[in-house]
């Protein structure tokens, strides 16, 4: 079965420094996510992609988050100058529009800690 | 986009059938009704969606009323594994800025 892969599982990080979150969706996804969910809270929504452009952010997703999608191939979330309350897990989601159903593929994860 | 009120937590016993109710007053006529699963620090995995009426699969069934402003989830025969968080999410998947956005979800323990 086709599935998200995330890359790192864990990525630990001083604050102010940059980090890259990697995520590779399923090949034939177009729409792609990024989520993240502090310890013991909800998921939350941060930034859609489709066709190479953003097409949803959220309020949480301020000029210090961009994505990028380099490579046809890996979908990226950047975090340009990392804070305390950055800390979460960050979840990279895909979907196919065309399959008729609302199944978002959720990769495993990747828990960012800032120090 | 719809908000959702799900219980916080629940607790039921192995070989029991649970149900988990949702509402969402404000579902639009395009939205879907989706629940997911999601395991400790693990990512949220799809278990079923639905319009109306009743859909099943191979892992549970939902249970949508005519006037769609609840639905309901139900668990066959639960299991310790079924121990996790469960989300329930509206959406309009015709939207191209389809996003979910997430509750709080139910906790739901199993024990033996």
Same mark, same amino acid.
């Given at each position: 079965?086709?599935?998200?892969?995330?890359?790192?599982?864990?990525?630990?990080?001083?604050?102010?420094?940059?980090?890259?979150?990697?995520?590779?969706?399923?090949?034939?996804?177009?729409?792609?996510?990024?989520?993240?969910?502090?310890?013991?809270?909800?998921?939350?929504?941060?930034?859609?992609?489709?066709?190479?452009?953003?097409?949803?952010?959220?309020?949480?997703?301020?000029?210090?988050? !961009?994505?990028?999608?380099?490579? @046809?191939? +890996?979908?990226?979330?950047?975090?340009?100058? =990392?804070? #305390?309350?950055?800390?979460?897990?960050?979840?990279?989601? !895909?979907?196919?529009?065309?399959? @008729?159903? +609302?199944?978002?593929?959720?990769?495993?994860? =990747?828990? #960012?800690?800032?120090? | 986009?719809?908000?959702?009120?799900?219980?916080?937590s629940m607790d039921s016993y192995?070989?029991?059938?649970v149900?988990?109710?949702?509402?969402?007053?404000?579902?639009?006529?395009?939205?879907?009704?989706?629940?997911?699963?999601?395991?400790?620090?693990?990512?949220?995995?799809?278990?079923?969606?639905?319009?109306?009426?009743?859909?099943?699969?191979?892992?549970?069934?939902?249970?949508?009323?005519?006037?769609?402003?609840?639905?309901?989830?139900?668990?066959?025969?639960?299991?310790?594994?079924?121990t996790?968080?469960?989300?329930?999410?509206?959406?309009?998947?015709?939207?191209?800025?389809?996003?979910?956005?997430?509750?709080?979800?139910?906790k739901l323990i199993i024990k033996?």
């Amino acid at each position: 079965e086709p599935e998200v892969t995330q890359t790192p599982s864990h990525q630990v990080t001083q604050m102010g420094q940059e980090v890259i979150l990697r995520c590779v969706p399923i090949s034939n996804h177009l729409y792609f996510y990024w989520y993240r969910q502090i310890l013991g809270q909800k998921v939350e929504f941060l930034v859609s992609f489709y066709n190479n452009e953003i097409s949803e952010k959220s309020e949480i997703f301020d000029d210090q988050f !961009s994505v990028e999608r380099p490579d @046809g191939s +890996n979908f990226t979330l950047k975090i340009r100058s =990392t804070k #305390l309350e950055d800390s979460a897990m960050y979840f990279c989601a !895909s979907w196919d529009w065309d399959t @008729g159903n +609302n199944e978002q593929f959720f990769g495993p994860g =990747t828990r #960012l800690t800032v120090l | 986009l719809a908000k959702t009120t799900q219980p916080i937590s629940m607790d039921s016993y192995e070989g029991q059938e649970v149900n988990i109710t949702c509402s969402h007053n404000n579902i639009a006529t395009n939205d879907y009704i989706t629940w997911y699963q999601q395991f400790p620090s693990q990512g949220p995995r799809f278990i079923i969606q639905g319009y109306k009426t009743k859909v099943t699969n191979e892992v549970a069934s939902l249970f949508i009323p005519a006037d769609r402003k609840s639905s309901t989830l139900s668990l066959p025969r639960v299991s310790l594994s079924d121990t996790a968080v469960y989300y329930c999410l509206v959406g309009d998947r015709m939207d191209s800025n389809y996003q979910l956005i997430w509750g709080a979800g139910t906790k739901l323990i199993i024990k033996p």
